[in-house]
């Protein structure tokens, strides 16, 4: 591994499957080997749009394919955890679209055969990856702003209605909560970790999913986090981190952040900015390789633990508004 490329495999030809494809065939050091899809037709599409070598007429075939080092999972969040099991039981090392699963329980059988066969898992929540959000981390490590005290974080679209789309579905897991609230918990995980109170409110969509959705945690230190996801109007996409000697503002979109302004107590705002590489997904995809390179079965930026702790924070969110 340490001097060939890294060959994935792309299960799934949607939407995002496209645009991380692309960015894949931005990188030095990454080939993409092969494409898998429910249908022949879809993946030799697919493979013949962006120059991929093999394409495969099933996700078997794809997770079988002995020329793929790592799977990138795309299909829409239910289907997650069954091409992934077919993946690591192949020995195929996964990166796997957020949310990993639709349940913490799911995730947690997911991270067990990943140890059981020794095979690198790692959820796709490539904010975490992002260079100014490596930033944030490492000035608050600092101390640069003091105690984090309130993370505020939004993440909330407008997609017209449509019962069949995946974001509306309920068969296909959507809901603001799954596909967004991923992201907002995310970014208060790493400064604050598991909260010790969990506080939602949400209205549904005519299909039952959350559709606007408003989280309150609280942390033992006596911090809290405010956090909002929806479907039903577009939010600034902005993320303040205030602490006890100053804030951080993550500029929008915080999921994908530019710029990056740091505010201590009584003095001059600091602005920080990154360009960034490609649509934003290379950072997760070269973590993959170093981790690979290392002979690491899970990342230490996210490891699969957080992730199931992330879970088991939605599960009680979704349980709170589902009763
Ligand atoms: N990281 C990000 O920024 C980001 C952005 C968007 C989405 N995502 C995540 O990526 C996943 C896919 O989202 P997407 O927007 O790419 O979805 P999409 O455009 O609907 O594509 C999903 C693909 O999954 C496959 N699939 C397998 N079973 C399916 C089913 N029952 N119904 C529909 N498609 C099925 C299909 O590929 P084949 O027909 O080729 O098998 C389909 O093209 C979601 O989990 C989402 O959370 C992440």
């Not at 495969?56 to 394919?65: I, R, T, V, W």
Request: hydrophobic share 45%; aromatic share 6%.
């Amino acid at each position: 591994m340490a001097d060939k490329s890294l060959r994935w495999g792309i299960l799934g030809t949607g939407g995002i499957a496209r645009v991380f494809t692309e960015d894949l065939l931005r990188l030095d050091g990454h080939e993409v080997a092969a494409v898998g899809s429910r249908s022949p037709g879809t993946a030799g599409a697919f493979a013949e749009r962006h120059g991929i070598a093999r394409a495969h007429g099933s996700y078997a075939d794809l997770a079988a394919d002995p020329d793929v080092d790592v799977v990138y999972i795309a299909t829409p969040h239910p289907m997650h955890a069954e091409p992934a099991r077919l993946c690591l039981e192949a020995g195929r090392a996964v990166l796997v679209e957020k949310p990993l699963t639709t349940t913490a329980a799911g995730a947690e059988r997911l991270a067990a055969l990943a140890r059981e066969r020794d095979v690198f898992a790692m959820e796709a929540m490539w904010t975490r990856f992002s260079p100014l959000v490596r930033r944030l981390h490492s000035l608050v490590g600092e101390g640069a702003i003091g105690e984090v005290t309130a993370v505020y974080a939004d993440f909330s679209i407008a997609p017209p209605f449509d019962p069949e789309h995946r974001l509306w579905s309920a068969e296909l897991a959507g809901g603001a909560l799954l596909d967004l609230g991923c992201y907002v918990l995310s970014i208060a995980w790493p400064l604050l970790g598991a909260p010790s109170t969990v506080q939602a409110t949400a209205a549904t969509a005519p299909t039952g999913v959350d559709a606007n959705t408003g989280v309150l945690l609280g942390y033992d230190s006596g911090a809290v986090a405010l956090l909002h996801c929806g479907l039903m109007g577009e939010s600034p996409h902005t993320a303040t981190i205030v602490g006890t000697k100053g804030r951080i503002e993550l500029g929008a979109p915080f999921y994908r952040p530019t710029s990056m302004t740091l505010t201590r107590s009584g003095g001059e705002a600091e602005t920080f900015t990154a360009e960034l590489a490609g649509h934003g997904y290379t950072y997760q995809a070269e973590e993959v390789a170093r981790c690979l390179r290392l002979g690491l079965t899970e990342s230490p930026l996210l490891p699969l633990d957080e992730t199931v702790a992330v879970l088991r924070v939605i599960d009680e969110i979704s349980g709170s508004f589902t009763k």
